[in-house]
């Protein structure tokens, strides 16, 4: 069964940091961008980063530039959304999603074909 995992969600105060990961089962992720997700109480899920399959491109949504990066680490199979200086509207559960190759910078999630099952981060004092 192709199943992706989220991982590294937490409860962390304002101006701190959490290190997201993205693992698969049943399937490698050498072929897949990744895509990272959040969708906050009464919100619509929005897009926050994607990676291509190479790690040669990536994107990010306006709300955490300079702050979140995205990364991957082939060897591991991994895809990591390192989060800086959370601030408490980064809060909701952030989900990863997969599409072959290539991911745009719209970070729409129509575009993504596999989806975790979400990680919830709480940013608060």
């Known amino acids: 069964q192709w199943q992706l995992v989220e991982s590294g969600g937490g409860l962390v105060q304002p101006g701190g940091s959490l290190r997201l990961s993205c693992t698969a089962s049943g399937f490698t992720l050498d072929f897949y961008a990744i895509g990272w997700f959040r969708q906050a109480p009464g919100k619509e899920r929005e897009g926050v980063s994607c990676?291509?399959?190479?790690?040669?491109?990536?994107n990010y949504a306006d709300s955490v530039k300079g702050r979140f990066t995205i990364s991957r680490d082939s060897a591991k199979d991994t895809v990591y959304l390192q989060m800086d200086s959370l601030k408490p509207e980064d809060t909701g559960v952030y989900y990863c999603?997969?599409?072959?190759?290539?991911?745009?910078?719209?970070?729409?999630?129509?575009?993504?074909?596999?989806w975790g099952q979400g990680t919830q981060v709480t940013v608060s004092s």
């Open positions: 999603a997969a599409v072959m190759f290539k991911c745009s910078s719209s970070l729409s999630r129509s575009e993504y074909d596999y």
């Open positions: 990676i291509s399959s190479s790690g040669g491109t990536t």
